[in-house]
């Protein structure tokens, strides 16, 4: 599909599994969660690892509420501390000061399980704002994704699975510009790519409803001034709509061809 822009009217009966790597609760909803809920509605299997955050916390308990919006399943939570918020996984290590390659086997572990078609992680900058556990998502996701499919690696960790396409969500310079300026208005940096390094741009218009609820489900950042769901909610619908009607993805990994995404061949 390369520099395809992928119609939501696409058949349903072409889309592939589709399992999202995530750092936090809510990024799942923010950056894939139209082409989540749009799996889904097709009776896609889909499902989302979360890195940080652990059962019986609040924001578990929203992520749980999200993923129930999108239809993806239950979370699959990994259980490390959120780097500033340490009660986030009570007693477990920062993400980012876990050895990488136990947050790698915890991904193959999920990789194995779910056997996606299709992995949706973060993108090389850590996302806009260079967030260190979205960088350290990406990096181990990226890992993952090639290990689970080698017999030798991880052998504890379930059966080898390849899945067929790596796609990383990510904001264009020319799709990004109204969310920069939202986000630098909270003194937050912006990072984006060229246009030409998109691989898919998905219109989720079919499945907003469900990703702003989805959004709004993450209440506690929805109460703050900073965090994109809190932006997000105070601004227009208008706006709103906007900003999170178009998803862009960027092809990481080559492999047989799947049709990822959408209905359109890689």
Excluded: N
């Excluded at 699975?161 to 920069?180: E, N």
């Excluded at 489900?217 to 994109?228: D, G, M, T, W």
């Amino acid at each position: 599909m390369e520099g395809a822009t992928v119609s939501p009217t696409s058949p349903a009966s072409f889309l592939p599994s589709l399992l999202g790597v995530f750092a936090h609760p809510d990024d799942e909803a923010l950056l894939a969660g139209g082409v989540l809920a749009q799996h889904a509605a097709a009776g896609a299997a889909t499902a989302v690892v979360t890195a940080t955050w652990a059962s019986g916390t609040h924001r578990a308990g929203e992520l749980a509420d999200a993923l129930a919006i999108l239809g993806a399943g239950t979370p699959r939570l990994l259980g490390f501390a959120d780097d500033r918020i340490p009660d986030s996984a009570p007693g477990r290590p920062r993400l980012c000061e876990v050895p990488m390659d136990d947050v790698v086997k915890g991904i193959v572990e999920h990789i194995r399980a779910v056997r996606p078609q299709v992995v949706v992680t973060h993108d090389a900058y850590g996302q806009m704002t260079g967030h260190p556990a979205h960088l350290r998502t990406h990096e181990a996701t990226v890992l993952a994704v090639h290990a689970a499919g080698l017999e030798y690696r991880y052998p504890d960790a379930g059966a080898p699975w390849r899945p067929q396409a790596l796609y990383a969500a990510t904001h264009p310079d020319s799709g990004a510009v109204v969310l920069s300026r939202r986000l630098q208005q909270v003194g937050k940096r912006t990072l984006t790519v060229p246009d030409a390094h998109i691989t898919a741009a998905v219109d989720v218009t079919p499945w907003l409803v469900q990703k702003e609820r989805a959004i709004l489900a993450h209440r506690s950042e929805v109460a703050k001034e900073r965090p994109l769901p809190g932006i997000l909610s105070r601004l227009s619908a208008a706006e709103r709509e906007s900003i999170i009607q178009t998803e862009y993805f960027t092809r990481l990994s080559a492999g047989p061809a799947v049709t990822p995404l959408s209905a359109l061949t890689v």
